[in-house]
């Protein structure tokens, strides 16, 4: 097991909290919204009031001092924050657009980096609030210029260009302009700029160790935020040589994801602490950016150097160029006064000055923001069917939660290293609930209690694809009520297939969860009519087959397709976790006939 580096904190559970109370407790103007992980304005009612466009963004914890330290007059209305490396889950993003947008008929902003669970996740709350009659848009930022294939992928990251994004979008909301030329003006902006970043030493979630090694005389060139490792690995060499290699790959024309930068062009430049670099660093790749911009033509007009979107403590720096337009519509939004205090400003407060916060957290306006849990069928499984089924759901949590630090070692190669934490979080609550239930239910709303487990408890991208994996199976479990043939569960697994391919845009062979799904879906098939116990041990081999293979595949969806197809040496976690609840789970079934 690897050993977890220092942390100062009080426990790893309440870091995510105690750091938002800090924010707020420091800068005056800022809020807690109660009962969620969102920091508003404290004049958000004023803002509402005057009819101007409200902004939101946010994403995992791990990254401060994004998002909330961008939260101010001039830039976001408010932030939303997951767990560590975690999408914020959609409840809290929905309790979010509530509290700034509900009654403002300017509509609400939400800026989104291109990862798969903050997709999913702003992408539900955003259609429930549209549902609430809440004018909703999003702009998804993805500026990563790390990726070199044109294959199939995730996508473009969202990277520390997005505090550009913040700031163009603030300073036209206060201005009053509209939700649409808003959207116009940060859409043709986050295509119009591009980020990479280099790393000396990795990070570490609190209560795990690195997510990737780097020895002695390396660095790690076009990795993300999340702490998963880069695309190329190079030997250390001197700041204007790395800064060199940074921008070379950034702005080569053979780079699928490249930036085209041309002499006479006019940029801004952000040179961004990933987290554990010293500010004498920082100035010393600030200066060597500057002169290698301008050896090649490039006129640099605004500069920001600091510490903006990080990567915990993660020791290396990101840098992002974006392009100026002629009419000076950027330079000027990005010069316009905000509040926010990581721009840096301090937040003041018109009520306090600046006073140290003792106020209470905003109300979150009523209303419940998780997904209905409420069955449309009024058919209740009989006793038996349910204590089976219940038997055999516990039986998968209890094998999640004993197989954490298997997936967490698995997830440290191509991601941030806790999908056995998630998995476990998730299992956790669902067996703390289901163990207490002793009255069968109905099919359809076992499955949507599933599926709010998963959003609350689990959150990230796994909790966002396991939410509409449970939805979508609720949903197909109203046709047979009763029944469960599993001719049927072969029907549960159809359903939840489509809804996280639809949605997380994978596909069976991407190297991902579906992998394994997919295959127990089709030995379900081709066992319909065989004996249970024949039925379940084939798709238990059948989906450990799958998951087997993906150690071999070619990653194109999740964090896994940005990393080098060198260190994918092992089967894809969220595969294997598949494999672990499912083979729990039919074990269960063939044990209990």
């Given at each position: 097991?690897?050993?977890?580096?220092?942390?100062?904190?009080?426990?790893?559970?309440?870091c995510v909290d105690d750091a938002l109370e800090g924010v707020v407790s420091i800068h005056p103007g800022l809020r807690l919204l109660?009962?969620?992980?969102?920091?508003?304005?404290?004049?958000?009612?004023?803002?509402?009031?005057?009819?101007?466009?409200?902004?939101?963004?946010?994403?995992?914890?791990?990254?401060?001092?994004?998002?909330?330290?961008?939260?101010?007059?001039?830039?976001?209305?408010?932030?939303?924050?997951?767990?560590?490396?975690?999408?914020?889950?959609?409840?809290?993003?929905?309790?979010?657009?509530?509290?700034?947008?509900?009654?403002?008929?300017?509509?609400?902003?939400?800026?989104?980096?291109?990862?798969?669970?903050?997709?999913?996740?702003?992408?539900?709350?955003?259609?429930?609030?549209?549902?609430?009659?809440?004018?909703?848009?999003?702009?998804?930022?993805?500026?990563?210029?790390?990726?070199?294939?044109?294959?199939?992928?995730?996508?473009?990251?969202?990277?520390?260009?997005?505090?550009?994004?913040?700031?163009?979008?603030?300073?036209?909301?206060?201005?009053?302009?509209?939700?649409?030329?808003?959207?116009?003006?940060?859409?043709?902006?986050?295509?119009?700029?591009?980020?990479?970043?280099?790393?000396?030493?990795?990070?570490?979630?609190?209560?795990?160790?690195?997510?990737?090694?780097?020895?002695?005389?390396?660095?790690?060139?076009?990795?993300?935020?999340?702490?998963?490792?880069?695309?190329?690995?190079?030997?250390?060499?001197?700041?204007?040589?790395?800064?060199?290699?940074?921008?070379?790959?950034?702005?080569?024309?053979?780079?699928?994801?490249?930036?085209?930068?041309?002499?006479?062009?006019?940029?801004?430049?952000?040179?961004?602490?990933?987290?554990?670099?010293?500010?004498?660093?920082?100035?010393?790749?600030?200066?060597?950016?500057?002169?290698?911009?301008?050896?090649?033509?490039?006129?640099?007009?605004?500069?920001?150097?600091?510490?903006?979107?990080?990567?915990?403590?993660?020791?290396?720096?990101?840098?992002?160029?974006?392009?100026?337009?002629?009419?000076?519509?950027?330079?000027?939004?990005?010069?316009?006064?905000?509040?926010?205090?990581?721009?840096?400003?301090?937040?003041?407060?018109?009520?306090?000055?600046?006073?140290?916060?003792?106020?209470?957290?905003?109300?979150?306006?009523?209303?419940?923001?998780?997904?209905?849990?409420?069955?449309?069928?009024?058919?209740?499984?009989?006793?038996?069917?349910?204590?089976?089924?219940?038997?055999?759901?516990?039986?998968?949590?209890?094998?999640?939660?004993?197989?954490?630090?298997?997936?967490?070692?698995?997830?440290?190669?191509?991601?941030?290293?806790?999908?056995?934490?998630?998995?476990?979080?998730?299992?956790?609550?669902?067996?703390?609930?289901?163990?207490?239930?002793?009255?069968?239910?109905?099919?359809?709303?076992?499955?949507?209690?599933?599926?709010a487990f998963a959003e609350q408890n689990m959150g990230g991208s796994s909790g966002a694809l396991y939410c509409l994996f449970f939805?979508?199976?609720?949903?197909?479990?109203?046709?047979?009520?009763?029944?469960?043939?599993?001719?049927?569960?072969?029907?549960?697994?159809?359903?939840?297939?489509?809804?996280?391919?639809?949605?997380?845009?994978?596909?069976?062979?991407?190297?991902?969860?579906?992998?394994?799904?997919?295959?127990?879906?089709?030995?379900?098939?081709?066992?319909?009519?065989?004996?249970?116990?024949?039925?379940?041990?084939?798709?238990?081999?059948?989906?450990?087959?799958?998951?087997?293979?993906?150690?071999?595949?070619?990653?194109?969806?999740?964090?896994?397709?940005?990393?080098?197809?060198?260190?994918?040496?092992?089967?894809?976690?969220?595969?294997?976790?598949?494999?672990?609840w499912l083979k729990a789970a039919l074990m269960k079934v063939a044990e209990q006939m």
């Open positions: 097991m690897t050993t977890a580096p220092k942390k100062l904190l009080n426990s790893i559970e309440q109660d009962d969620h992980r969102v920091v508003i304005r404290e004049d958000i009612e004023q803002v509402i009031t005057d009819g101007k466009v409200t902004l939101l963004s946010g994403g995992g914890s791990g990254h401060e001092p994004a998002h909330a330290g961008f939260v101010g007059k001039g830039m976001l209305s408010g932030a939303i924050a997951g767990s560590v490396f975690t999408s914020p889950p959609p409840h809290s993003i929905l309790a979010a657009i509530r509290a700034v947008g509900k009654g403002n008929k300017a509509g609400t902003l939400l800026i989104v980096k291109n990862y798969t669970g903050d997709r999913l996740n702003f992408g539900i709350a955003a259609e429930r609030a549209k549902s609430e009659g809440i004018r909703t848009e999003i702009v998804v930022v993805g500026e990563d210029c790390a990726l070199t294939s044109s294959d199939k992928s995730a996508g473009r990251r969202g990277l520390c260009g997005t505090i550009l994004i913040h700031k163009i979008a603030g300073s036209m909301s206060e201005e009053g302009q509209s939700l649409d030329d808003i959207l116009l003006a940060t859409r043709a902006a986050a295509s119009d700029m591009g980020t990479i970043g280099i790393c000396l030493y990795p990070c570490s979630v609190p209560g795990s160790g690195p997510s990737f090694t780097l020895g002695q005389n390396e660095i790690e060139l076009g990795l993300g935020i999340h702490g998963e490792a880069g695309v190329k690995r190079m030997k250390l060499a001197s700041s204007k040589d790395v800064v060199s290699a940074m921008i070379s790959h950034m702005t080569a024309s053979n780079n699928a994801s490249h930036l085209a930068i041309s002499p006479d062009d006019h940029v801004a430049v952000v040179v961004n602490n990933l987290g554990g670099t010293s500010y004498l660093e920082l100035s010393v790749v600030a200066k060597d950016a500057i002169a290698y911009l301008e050896s090649q033509g490039v006129s640099v007009e605004r500069v920001y150097c600091g510490t903006f979107m990080t990567s915990l403590e993660m020791a290396g720096a990101s840098i992002t160029i974006m392009h100026l337009d002629k009419d000076g519509h950027r330079a000027k939004c990005l010069d316009a006064e905000t509040t926010a205090p990581a721009w840096p400003r301090i937040s003041l407060s018109e009520s306090s000055g600046s006073a140290h916060n003792k106020l209470a957290p905003l109300a979150s306006l009523e209303g419940d923001v998780v997904a209905s849990t409420e069955s449309t069928s009024q058919v209740k499984l009989p006793q038996d069917k349910f204590v089976q089924i219940k038997a055999a759901i516990l039986a998968a949590c209890d094998a999640l939660i004993t197989s954490e630090e298997l997936l967490n070692e698995l997830d440290r190669g191509c991601g941030d290293g806790d999908c056995g934490t998630t998995m476990k979080r998730g299992a956790q609550g669902v067996s703390s609930w289901l163990t207490q239930q002793t009255t069968p239910m109905p099919l359809d709303k076992l499955a949507l209690k599933l599926s939805s979508a199976a609720a949903h197909a479990a109203t046709a047979f009520e009763t029944s469960t043939e599993h001719s049927h569960w072969a029907t549960l697994l159809q359903h939840g297939i489509y809804a996280i391919s639809k949605y997380g845009g994978a596909e069976v062979g991407d190297r991902t969860m579906l992998d394994s799904l997919h295959a127990a879906y089709t030995s379900l098939q081709e066992t319909v009519g065989s004996d249970v116990k024949t039925a379940c041990d084939k798709a238990i081999k059948a989906a450990s087959e799958a998951a087997e293979k993906t150690q071999t595949m070619d990653a194109k969806a999740g964090r896994a397709s940005y990393v080098s197809k060198d260190l994918l040496t092992k089967p894809d976690p969220g595969a294997t976790a598949v494999v672990i």
